[in-house]
């Protein structure tokens, strides 16, 4: 069963101004082939669909811990999208709505971002192909499935990078420099677990696509306080046996900070979820948004 924290796990810098191409192309990293819906809803099967769970505990804590941390992905993607497509601004209910108040936006690339979602994110891609079913792959076969992932971090790695070279504002450059930290996590922590069960060294591959990210300004935070050496249990007690493939007898990867492997209990810190104002001219919220502002206090008064 799963908790929910209404905390993002990384903090995202406010946009200055909206930036509704820049939110279309972090929707690669959340709708696309090997973005963050793809990689919850692999492990996310994988791990309901695990045969033997006891007798292959610490592969399928890995397999489990690792899919609680995809969900905050897709959080993450998507508010970093909302945000985008939000900005600051003074909404006012008496928006003109007779003088195109919305014209550019007919001209932007994922029109039907702002049409149908009001700025909001949805499980498609930059093209606004919809993610769906044929993403994920679960064969009942271990190493099969381990490998699966081990391509799925390096592709969602190489996604990242194009994405992040595309990108000038700082909301989705933060969103790309996180999320690299963390796949490369994956990556690392896949092949560990392929090379338990196989002996072969596949850690060797990485990173793939070979760029080391001491290249990646906005990661270097995030390398600094340790993050590249940890894997979250997003549990108490639970998949702590994870640590028997990411544990202290492994060190990070060549080319980030050195140190031992080390597994945590719980999530990590994150930062807070922004307040995104609502959009009068597009309805959102619609007819009368003070009076339902006030309903909402009275009923927040009432549950305190
Ligand atoms: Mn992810
Ligand atoms: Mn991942």
């Not at 996604?159 to 990108?167: A, G, N, W």
């Not at 560990?192 to 990661?219: H, Q, Y």
């Not at 990867?253 to 597009?282: Q, S, W």
Request: glycine share 8%.
């Amino acid at each position: 069963m799963f908790m929910r924290i209404d905390r993002l796990q990384a903090e995202l810098p406010l946009p200055k101004e909206p930036s509704p191409n820049a939110a279309a192309a972090l929707q690669e990293l959340l709708g696309g082939k090997y973005g963050e819906m793809s990689t919850l809803g692999n492990y996310m099967f994988q791990s309901f669909n695990f045969r033997n769970k006891s007798k292959l505990r610490p592969f399928y804590s890995l397999v489990s811990s690792i899919f609680a941390e995809e969900l905050g992905h897709v959080e993450l993607v998507s508010t970093g999208v909302a945000m985008l497509n939000n900005g600051p601004g003074d909404p006012t209910p008496e928006v003109d709505v007779s003088a195109a108040p919305f014209e550019e936006m007919k001209d932007v690339r994922l029109a039907g971002g702002f049409f149908a979602n009001a700025g909001g994110a949805m499980p498609m891609n930059s093209n606004a192909a919809s993610w769906n079913m044929d993403m994920v792959t679960s064969t009942g076969n271990l190493i099969i499935d381990l490998l699966h992932n081990f391509h799925l971090e390096c592709g969602a790695r190489l996604h990242k990078l194009r994405v992040y070279e595309t990108l000038t504002e700082p909301t989705g450059r933060e969103v790309c420099g996180y999320l690299l930290v963390r796949g490369s996590v994956h990556a690392h922590a896949y092949a560990l677990a392929l090379k338990k069960i196989t002996g072969v060294e596949i850690e060797k591959m990485l990173p793939t696509p070979n760029i080391d990210l001491s290249r990646i300004p906005e990661s270097q935070k995030y390398l600094q306080e340790g993050s590249h050496r940890r894997l979250y249990m997003f549990s108490p007690d639970d998949y702590r046996e994870a640590a028997g493939v990411w544990s202290n007898d492994e060190v990070a990867l060549p080319g980030d900070p050195p140190g031992n492997l080390e597994i945590v209990e719980g999530p990590p810190d994150g930062g807070k979820i922004p307040e995104l104002d609502g959009n009068y001219g597009a309805f959102a919220p619609d007819y009368a948004p003070e009076e339902i502002f006030e309903i909402a206090s009275k009923l927040y008064k009432k549950s305190r």
